[in-house]
């Protein structure tokens, strides 16, 4: 997932997902480019 789709999907109303997110790093760039809720194998991982 990149920042545009993210961006694209909330200009159009939409929340953005992503799953499936098992590495902590990743799930902070996430978290930075405002993903809507990040589904993880291991949540307190990348908590």
Sequence with gaps: MEAA??????EAGLGALAYTVNDP???RELEAMGVDGIFSDDPAGVR
């Design 25 to 27: 790093a990743r799930a």
């Design 5 to 10: 789709f993210v961006l694209g999907a909330h």
